[in-house]
């Protein structure tokens, strides 16, 4: 589907050319190596990177492909300034910052839709304008005639891999990234506002790890979720000891980004939806690939933390109930065990796992929560 909608774009484009015959002005473009003297770190970083490529397609398919591929192309032109991603493809074009030695400002924005613009999956068919429409720093939402594929949060993430390229920023535009935070977000010891965006996680210009990720997979997600890490580690819930997993080394790319996928969900075994020549993500990992007795174990998890739970929280509401009643009902150190079994439970609630990250450290933490409940309910009668 996407090959078809790409050759309707080169048929397009070259319309556009025969029919208008303008020869657009791309001379504001320089190249990246224009920017090597004044920026030699960031040259030497992106010329490491994939970006950098050069790129190498068919002869019959190049047009399609520029848009993507290198900078600087236009309508008119046949080759592109750059036969790669460089500078330009993200900063707009170069020549009145390099003339006026950085005085005239070039885009510089964390925005994911910098890298959207290529990193997207869409289904614009020949309506394809936008490609030569976008200029850095629009919104993709903004471009006329830009049909992103639509990705449900809900459902199994996209298994795309005929679909050229893969729909990293669709996916990531349905995912709890890309909705601004309510709480203050330090990355890196900078201060982030919005969306946790591409450039939370990746490197714009070229980095030592894979995937030219800020660090390594495994400790990237780990920078900021404490929450969870603490919970697969189990610590941090009061008057319980340090209880480990045997998933508490797990990666949290292995079960959250299954097939590299950026909604960051999991491919639970029992998803009907996901088809049989998929690995689910807990079979992805263990050497035995039996997605029965993966989905009994993930169900088994989910009900034992289900059964815990709900007691507690039932004797919660009665004492909840009792001190609207009678607010001094309870001794000081009866009230702070209270706040520590309040505190204890947000910390297994919100980790949002439903106790899959560290069973016995949620069961624990509601043991003794169903204990103290006890106690204090006994204590108001
Ligand atoms: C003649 C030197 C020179 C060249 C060549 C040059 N720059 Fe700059 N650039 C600067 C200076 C100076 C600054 C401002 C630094 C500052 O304000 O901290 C700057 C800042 C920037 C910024 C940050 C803008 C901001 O808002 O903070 C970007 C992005 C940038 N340059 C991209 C490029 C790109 C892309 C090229 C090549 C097309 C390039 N530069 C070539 C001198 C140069
Ligand atoms: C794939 C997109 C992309 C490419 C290619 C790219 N940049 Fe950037 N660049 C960004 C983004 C996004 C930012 C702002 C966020 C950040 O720092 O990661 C940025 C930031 C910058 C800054 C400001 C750095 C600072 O610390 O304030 C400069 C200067 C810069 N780029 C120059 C360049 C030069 C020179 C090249 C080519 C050698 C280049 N960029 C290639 C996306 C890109
Ligand atoms: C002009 C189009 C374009 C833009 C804009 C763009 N990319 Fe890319 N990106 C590509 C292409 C094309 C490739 C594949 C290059 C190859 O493999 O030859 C790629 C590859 C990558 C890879 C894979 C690297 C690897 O080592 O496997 C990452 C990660 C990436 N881009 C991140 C980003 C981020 C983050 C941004 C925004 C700051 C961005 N890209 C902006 C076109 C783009
Ligand atoms: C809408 C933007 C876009 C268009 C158009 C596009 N590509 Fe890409 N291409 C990308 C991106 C982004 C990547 C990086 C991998 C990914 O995210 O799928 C990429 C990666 C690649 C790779 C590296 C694949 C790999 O696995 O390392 C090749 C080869 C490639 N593209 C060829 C082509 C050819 C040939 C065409 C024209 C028929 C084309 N692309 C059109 C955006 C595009
Ligand atoms: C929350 C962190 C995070 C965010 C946000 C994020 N990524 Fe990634 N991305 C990753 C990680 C981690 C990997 C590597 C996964 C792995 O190796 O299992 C990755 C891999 C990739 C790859 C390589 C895929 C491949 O098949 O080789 C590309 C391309 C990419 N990301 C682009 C993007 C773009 C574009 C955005 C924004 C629309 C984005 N990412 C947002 C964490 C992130
Ligand atoms: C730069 C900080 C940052 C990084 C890095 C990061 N996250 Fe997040 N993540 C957030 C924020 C902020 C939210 C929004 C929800 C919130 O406020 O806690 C979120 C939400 C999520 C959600 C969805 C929760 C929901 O309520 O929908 C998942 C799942 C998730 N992240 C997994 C990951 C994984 C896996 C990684 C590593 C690839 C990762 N995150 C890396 C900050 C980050
Ligand atoms: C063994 C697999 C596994 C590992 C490892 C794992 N998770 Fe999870 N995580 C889950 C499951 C299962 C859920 C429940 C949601 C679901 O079914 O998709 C979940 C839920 C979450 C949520 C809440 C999502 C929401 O929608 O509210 C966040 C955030 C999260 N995990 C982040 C992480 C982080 C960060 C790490 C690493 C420190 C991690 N997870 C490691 C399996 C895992
Ligand atoms: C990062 C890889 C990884 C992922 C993903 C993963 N596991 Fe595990 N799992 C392990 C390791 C390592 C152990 C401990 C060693 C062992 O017993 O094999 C383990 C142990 C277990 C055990 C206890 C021992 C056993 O085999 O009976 C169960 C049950 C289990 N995992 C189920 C799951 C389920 C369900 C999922 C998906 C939600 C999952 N695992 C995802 C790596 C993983």
Redesign the pocket.
Known sequence: MIKTA?FT?AAVLIGVVTASGVEEDRTGYTGSVACQTCHPEIYEAWTSS?HAGP?K??QE??R??S???TTGISPAQQSPMENSVGCEACHGSGKEHISSEGEIKLLKSNSADICGR???G?QSGDDIAWMTEYGPGMRLSDIKGLKLIPVSPDKTPPYFEDI???L?YNMWLSSGHAKTPDRNIDVRGNKWEGPITCTACHNSHGSANPSQLVMKAEEVCKSCHSLQVAVLKGFGAKGIEETRSLHTAAPCVSCHMTEKNHLMKMLRPDDPALSESRLDSCSACHEIKDRKMRTDQLRDMEAWYDEAMEPVQEELKIVEEKLKENPDILTAAQKTKLEDVKANLSIIINDGSNGVHNLDYALETMYLAKRDLKEIITAME
Do not use: A, D, M
Request: charged share 10%.
């Open positions: 790409l774009f994939k790129f397609p068919e398919t190049s399609v492909c848009g993507c591929h290529c990193h997207n869409n050229h390229p893969s990293t």
